[in-house]
Structures are given as structure tokens and as C-alpha cells.
């Protein structure tokens, strides 16, 4: 196996997948109706719901809005809203989930290389499943290395708590220094940054998604705020990142 890396951790939403936008499509409607069962105002489309929560998992973001519009759900009440949601996304996902550009010719190369890989997410382990599948993605895994934030860990945590890099990285049998990981998010970036991973920030999906200027804004954050050791604008400058990450190990 080439270098010093013993492992690849992949994030997989809006960093393998492009499944971020449409998972928050399929959960705003249901946001809005938590709101208005506790009598808060407040209204979420798509993309104010990305602004606030881009990276959290359902349960966090129902804590998140919580703290925000300052009302209390019940413990059971936050576990039928979670169910719920996972089955409206899981479903949307396994019929429109495309992958992030260029991705599958770079896992074919990790594959080459020797290089084995992993999935670290933070949504739910059904959820990650069916993106991967519907993108023909699952061939350069197995399911048991695929590991949730939301479904591996008990209790259930979210990135930017690095516990399920720990987690995987145990399971794995590598320490977090031997390893890298690709975020595109604050939140993943943050958790990988404080497990102690070596991070490839990837910021395409913004210019795809939002445009140049959020691609840079990006950028500049995943660099100054979570310390990622390179940005990557296009998964075909990937093997280029790698050897800059293993260059420095």
C-alpha cells in the first residue's frame, strides 16, 4: 500500500452524494409541521433550513430548533418525528440521489491503489445506505464499514462531535493520525479536525449548488475555522490532495 495512509474516511452527504438539498426537501415540510403543533410561527423552505442546520442529522436539528424558537419536545415525541423522517428521506433519496461529479473514477483509483475505505456520516445508516446504492457507490464498501453518527453510536450523537470518527477509527483498527478523511460541511470538518484527522476539505458541491462565491466562502472557512489540510475544488484533484496529506504525515 503507497505512504503512510492506512485508511480513506469518507463523509457521504453532498461529499460522495449529492443528497444534501434533496434530504432537506423531503424533511422541511415536516419541520414546519413541529412548528406549528407547538404554536411557533416560524416557517422553513429548503434553503433556510440548509442555511440553519447544513450537516446535523434530524434529531440534532430538532434540538437545534428547539434552542431557537424556545419550545420542548417530549423524548418520545423527537423519536416519532426522527422515524418519520428517515423513511420520507430514505425514500426520496433511493430514487434521486446522484453522486458528486467525478466521484466514482476517484474511488476507482483509491481501489487501484490499494488504499482501503470507509464511510463516517452523520445521518442515519438507512439513509446513507440508499444514497450509496442508488449511485452504484456500495461496490467500494461493505456495509459493515459504513458507519453512522446517528445509527452506530449509543447513544446517537452528530458530527460536529467527533465520536463516530473514534468510533470507526476502533473499529477499523487505525489510530485518527493514520487515516484521512473529506468533509464538505463545518460541522463534519469540525469533527474531523477534533478527532485529529487529516482533512480534505471538499467545497465542490457549493459552486455546483450555490455558486462561485459560496464555493470560496467555503473554502476560506474549512481552511481557517477546521484547519483542513487542503481543499479540493473537484474530486478529480483528489490523488493530488492525497499525496500533499501523505506527504505531511
Known sequence: MPG?????????????????RLAFEACADLTNEVLEKHNIEARYDTDSLL???????????????????????????????????LGRVTKKLSEKATECPGVTEQLEWCKA???????????????????LKKC????????????????????????????????????LGVKPEECLTVEDSKSGATAGMRAGIPLIGY??????????????SMAKLLTEQTKANV???DWKEFPECVKKIEESM
Open 231 to 233: 481543499i479540493m475544488y
Open 51 to 85: 442555511e440553519d442546520f447544513v450537516g446535523h442529522n434530524f434529531r440534532n436539528m430538532l434540538v437545534g430548533l428547539q434552542k431557537k424558537h424556545e419550545f420542548q419536545m417530549e423524548p418520545k415525541e423527537v423519536d416519532d418525528y426522527v422515524a418519520q423522517e
Open 136 to 171: 452504484n457507490l456500495m461496490r467500494f464498501f461493505t456495509e459493515e464499514h459504513v458507519y453512522s453518527a446517528a445509527s452506530s453510536l449509543d447513544p446517537p450523537s452528530s458530527k460536529p462531535d467527533p465520536a463516530v470518527y473514534f468510533h470507526a477509527c476502533k473499529e
Open 113 to 131: 491503489q490499494g488504499y482501503p475505505m470507509s464511510v463516517v456520516s452523520t445521518s442515519a445508516k438507512p439513509r446513507v445506505l440508499a444514497s
Open 203 to 216: 467545497v465542490g458541491i457549493y459552486g455546483l449548488e450555490e455558486g462561485k462565491e459560496k464555493m470560496e
Open 4 to 20: 503512510k495512509l492506512k485508511y480513506i474516511l469518507l463523509d457521504c452527504d453532498n461529499t460522495l452524494c449529492q443528497s444534501e
